[in-house]
């Protein structure tokens, strides 16, 4: 157990929607990173979050977006989905601002029809 | 587009073999860290070896590291069943994200 949280553990909607995905980090990590793993795509960086500010952005689509909250936990919103959008979302968490051991939640996936 | 690529994509090995993959990157980094996924589950960090740094061992993992080649190899020796899941390098290019590269899928045969 990493003792990163995230729910849900899936997820399936149609094309169009919005869906929030959740992410508790582990207890004292500040920082939250968001990957999203595609069989064609290899697991892509999303976007980085310390302790409330945004540190870092990967390919992220527009349609894409996240924030962290003073508790730390954070939400990746995901609109007007697409069949692409279809992945595991994967939550990690470390303690420091620097890319040093990621801890990582067992992923939300996401089907959309 | 991915830092890090792993070479052979795909691995299989009889159990007490051992296991080399290798990976190749493309920018100055501050460090490379090892990862291994059981199918459909979340990573789990096995090793992290920094710039300055040529070989690091973890149990029957060995980490080398060799930056004028931009390039690490993870051998696991004496191969377990245990040890059937994917393997990915990732490397910390001082932009506060890691980045992940495509991953070698390793199978142990009994």
């Known amino acids: 157990d990493s003792g990163v949280t995230q729910t849900p553990k899936h997820l399936i909607t149609a094309t169009g929607q919005r869906v929030t995905l959740r992410c508790s980090p582990r207890?004292?990590?500040?920082?939250v990173y968001w990957y999203q793993q595609s069989l064609d795509q290899g697991l892509q960086f999303l976007i980085q979050?310390?302790?409330?500010?945004?540190?870092a952005k990967g390919n992220i689509l527009e349609r894409f977006s996240a924030q962290q909250f003073p508790d730390l936990h954070s939400e990746l919103n995901l609109s007007s989905l697409e069949l692409g959008d279809s992945a595991l979302y994967f939550c990690?968490?470390?303690?420091?601002?620097?890319?040093?051991?990621?801890?990582f939640g067992e992923g939300s996936r996401l089907t959309v029809l | 587009s991915q830092q890090g690529e792993e070479d052979p994509q795909a691995l299989s090995i009889q159990e007490g073999e051992n296991a080399t993959m290798n990976c190749s990157y493309k920018?100055?980094?501050?460090?490379l860290q090892w990862y291994r996924q059981n199918s459909g589950r979340g990573l789990v960090h096995l090793i992290l070896?920094?710039?300055?740094?040529r070989e690091k061992h973890s149990g029957r993992l060995r980490v080398t590291l060799d930056t004028s080649k931009k390039s690490s190899s993870l051998l696991i020796t004496a191969s377990r069943a245990a040890d059937t899941a994917s393997y990915f390098c990732a490397t910390d290019a001082y932009d506060y994200k890691l980045s992940f590269g495509a991953g070698t899928t390793v199978t142990v045969r009994a």
């Open positions: 070896i920094r710039s300055n740094e």
């Open positions: 207890s004292g990590d500040l920082s």
């Open positions: 979050y310390y302790n409330g500010e945004e540190r």
């Open positions: 920018t100055s980094i501050n460090n």
């Open positions: 990690a968490s470390s303690g420091g601002g620097s890319a040093g051991e990621l801890f």
